[in-house]
């Protein structure tokens, strides 16, 4: 799902954005933020969450702005991390993703438009399948 958001940002915003596993944060891409950083965190894998959590506290630490997309059930623990949060139905750990990404792919359709991007011709895109 990050990594799909992600993906989205650049092909239809123009936006650069990279794709971090929660375990990363500190390895490397904690050293780019700074105030009004974006910061997106998607906080859906129960195992995961505190460590998430604690990724959040880092980045608002340093002046960063954190988006969190949680499950439903957590909006108790996330309003108290993130500036802005949206929350998704809990689903079965095999379509959570599914359920994760639809935010995600939103978020960078309606961040194009505000850009006034043309969402239904990115420039400079290939089709991935052409016809010989």
Known sequence: SCLEGSLK???IAYI????YAAGELKHG?????????L???????GALFEKTASNMKEVKAR???VLAITTDD?????CKLADRYLLIPRTHPMLQPSLTV??????????ALARGCDVDK???LAKSVTVE
């Open 9 to 11: 940002l650049k092909e």
């Open 16 to 19: 650069h954005s990279e794709a």
């Open 29 to 37: 891409p904690i050293s780019l933020v700074e105030k009004g950083t």
């Open 39 to 45: 910061v997106i965190a998607l906080a859906t894998v």
């Open 63 to 65: 002046g960063g702005t």
């Open 74 to 78: 957590r909006e108790e623990e996330i």
């Open 102 to 111: 639809l935010p995600m792919q939103l978020f960078a359709y309606f961040v």
């Open 122 to 124: 990115p420039r400079n």
